[in-house]
């Protein structure tokens, strides 16, 4: 695939095209749409991307690519799953099922999305690095990152019965308020300094 341009029609197919996925997801996104939208013949899409599918992992690689540092990224990846589920709320029965049936189904899609942009390793490298520097104690950068997952995915999951258990009242608040105490337990734990 050919990088895009930081200007130009590859920048501005790029920019249309996050708010198409954003809004219709991968399956429900158009091509037609994305060209419209940012006023550009549909052709260059497959000039700049060949698919729409690889229009999709530019979008994913571009986002990422802006993240800085550790935190800022663990504030967008929180945001991302906070987004998913919340747009796409008749996908929670779907994973439970998957899960439930071992996940066969849904382990190349998830893994492509992870690993083929190197997200997995991008994030291991923040960690890993902060360790080394003594920002972070001694652990295991595999664990924190499955549990940092765990952490956003099983609220958001079984908010039903978490809302009940905790007698949550404002779910929409709770989950807005829910991304930054995420990020900033997994970061700071619960020990005061």
């Given at each position: 695939?050919k990088?895009?341009?930081?200007n ?12 198409e ?8 996104a ?27 992992r530019a979008?994913i690689?571009?986002h ?6 550790l935190?800022?990224?663990?504030q967008?990846?929180a945001?991302f ?5 919340q747009e ?13 049936s071992?996940?066969d189904?849904?382990?190349a ?8 942009r ?33 952490m ?24 807005e ?7 900033n337990?997994?970061l700071h734990?619960?020990?005061a300094?």
């Amino acid at each position: 695939m050919k990088k895009p341009a930081q200007n130009g029609s590859a920048t501005k197919l790029l920019m249309a095209a996050r708010e198409e996925f954003a809004i219709h997801g991968l399956e429900g996104a158009r091509v037609d749409r994305i060209a419209a939208r940012a006023q550009i013949n549909k052709a260059m899409i497959y000039y700049h991307f060949h698919s729409k599918d690889n229009l999709y992992r530019a979008v994913i690689d571009d986002h990422f690519t802006q993240i800085g540092d550790l935190e800022i990224f663990l504030q967008r990846m929180a945001a991302f799953f906070h987004k998913m589920f919340q747009e796409r709320q008749n996908f929670i029965p779907i994973l439970l099922r998957e899960l439930a049936s071992g996940g066969d189904r849904i382990k190349a899609p998830i893994t492509r999305i992870i690993s083929v942009r190197g997200l997995n390793w991008k994030i291991k490298e923040m960690i890993d690095r902060g360790r080394e520097k003594g920002e972070f104690r001694n652990l295991d950068s595999t664990h924190a990152i499955i549990s940092f997952v765990g952490m956003n995915l099983a609220y958001l999951m079984m908010a039903p019965i978490m809302n009940s258990i905790w007698e949550i009242k404002d779910e929409g608040k709770f989950k807005e308020k829910r991304q930054k105490e995420v990020v900033n337990l997994f970061l700071h734990g619960l020990k005061a300094k």
